[in-house]
């Protein structure tokens, strides 16, 4: 039987009438591998929710198809977005299928085109303006307030809805358990909460009997919720968390507290570290703010939060091929180059296994 | 419950014995998403094969993760392929998740070092010769066939093994019926084989009544097996299917004419209108080779091929993410600026609005 998408799935748990569309591009159904080889060595139970799986490569889907459905619901013909990056790419899918416009707007500073490729290509229209990101979401908001556009940005109510069901899925993939931690990148803090308000209303429905612990990772140049400040000029190589001042900061603290969690941080070498390990030794690769959530278990570890045996999911947000310049950066890239002899070759493959004893 | 990957699902199917282990990056189990848009417009009953969303893009994975566990049963540690695409990033992730070390061969002119990010930041160790890429296929063979290391090029038998699942899914989310044509792209030929072969295991198990009829479609620049003899310089931007020489001619040759389909040819520009088209009509972001399935459909369909009603499925191979710069480069991707006020915003937004109509 062909998987219908999270609409139509998770219906009875969404803002669903007779009158939503069950748009869908397959979001959602994604895998929850174990990571066999880290497992034993940290002494956990460890599982990688790898939402790089989702149709335009990140957890945004989930959000945006529940969005873009009730846009249509709504009879709106356009969406709206400021974003460079994932959040853009998923609205810009999601319109092309459902048969709306798709406006991006972007600071017209360091634009890289790369980043921009997918909204584009899935015909949505780019406007850069002469201002910077926090002045492109402004006029977002004051345009879709006064005109028959619909703001997509994550604080549409709808993209935390379409969110939770990561941990419907969670809980379904682990035969019906809430995991002991749920491990998470923290940049706007929209997917912690969203996880968090899926297992409360799993547990309020009688579906869970335990919730899990909730434990949120920011990267230290932009650990606004850590230091309780906002950070005026955010900093990390880890883009996709790279937020100064996160829209779910409130609800992402509640989470935390509620569950007995944490938000703490991570510093970009122990996030380039993560990246590296889930890629060499589990081969699974993840865009690098992904890679904040296995940095933070194993902080996690080191500092002895663990008892041994729980089970742990990390939350892997975007695909690695997202962001493909870091990993060519962050790995020695050049190949040693021979003759065109089998000899050659083989004193050569002789030599990389040498150095890598 | 967790989705257990391809072996475990299909073992019944697989050369699997109480010795193959259960590796796996939950490969398989993609989308088959229905061309809403599309099937009206083609008065078809048009689906997509979505391989892009296996572990790491590509179709691959199917054939590699087989091929590997093969690999580990048989005590091998270390396997070795050519490749400077998909190939090398399928067999770099299941080397790591299996613990095996992964060599790969590439000739040493025009390395595009983006498509080998993957495999190196799997931990693949990337040798170049100086010598041409079927100088740097025969090494592999050579080496192989001397020493401990296993060949995981197309030619290693369990690849078409785990391809020819993805026949069986399509089947499955079909609710057990096979389509009336299945599109798909040629480059090597692997893949039209083993899907044919996924189909007639089916028909042999009496689980399916009807065969589909086997349409592939080569790049015009490459078309080998339409024109009856190799290609000496094989040319076209769909790198995945610039191939002059395909290793598996006669079973794609035989898997057209058994199942009274045809082995066609599509031109780059048919390939990049086809690729642009999925995008901006429904939200499919495929790498440039798969869309040679929907072009050669569109192809067909302008011929008067079909009678109309008919389902078919189309294969894309890969994600879109695998090649970003085919995508800059094939639309317009520099943004209007503009003044950071709402009425500069949206006097571009109904210029735009204009132009699109």
Redesign the interface.
């Known amino acids: ?3 219908l998408g999270l609409i139509e799935t998770y219906k009875e748990y969404l803002p669903v009438t007779d009158k939503t569309p069950m748009l ?3 979001e959602g ?1 994604t ?3 174990r990571a ?2 880290l497992s034993k060595e940290l002494g956990l139970n460890l599982f990688f929710k ?1 939402e790089g ?5 990140s957890f945004k889907d989930r959000g945006m198809v529940m969005a873009v459905a009730k846009a249509m619901e709504e009879g709106s013909t ?1 969406i709206m977005c400021a974003s460079t990056g994932n959040t853009s790419a998923a609205a ?6 459902g ?1 709306l ?1 798709c ?1 991006v ?2 600071p ?1 500073n360091n ?1 890289a ?2 980043k ?3 909204a ?4 949505a ?7 910077n990101f926090d ?2 979401l402004e ?1 977002v908001r ?2 879709t307030a006064k ?1 028959p ?1 619909t703001l997509v940005n994550s604080v549409n109510p709808y993209r935390i809805e379409g969110q939770k069901t990561a941990a419907f899925e969670v809980v ?4 019906g358990v809430a995991p002991d931690y749920l491990a998470i990148p923290v940049g706007n803090a929209g997917n912690i909460s969203a996880y968090w308000k899926g297992f409360k209303e799993l547990h309020a429905h009688g579906r869970i009997t335990k919730l899990p612990k909730m434990v949120g990772f920011e990267a230290e140049g932009a650990m606004a919720i850590v230091k309780g400040e906002p950070i005026a000029e955010p900093e990390t190589i880890a883009t996709a968390i790279r937020i100064g001042n996160p829209a779910s900061w409130k609800t992402a603290v509640a989470a935390a507290e509620e569950s007995e969690g944490q938000i703490n941080y991570v510093t970009d070498e122990e996030i380039l570290h993560a990246y ?1 390990l889930i ?7 993840a865009e690098p703010a992904s890679a904040a959530s296995i940095a933070g278990v194993l902080k996690l570890k080191r500092e002895g939060k663990f008892q041994g045996g729980e089970t742990v999911v990390c939350v892997l947000t975007g ?4 962001d ?2 870091i ?2 950066k ?4 050049e ?8 000899e ?3 004193n ?2 002789r030599q ?2 040498g150095a ?1 004893q």
């Open positions: 039987m062909r998987y869908t591009l397959q159904n895998p929850l591998v066999e080889n790898y799986l989702n149709p335009t490569g356009t810009a899918a999601y319109a092309a299928r048969g416009n406006i707007l972007i017209n634009i085109l790369g921009l490729a997918q584009v290509i899935y015909g229209k780019v406007i850069a303006i002469n201002g002045r492109a006029i004051e345009i005109h556009i379904d993939q682990l035969d590296k890629a060499s030794r589990e081969g699974i690769f695909h690695g091929l997202k493909p310049n990993a060519i962050s790995v020695q890239a190949p040693i180059v021979v003759d065109d002899t089998e050659a070759v083989m050569a493959i990389l296994e890598a």
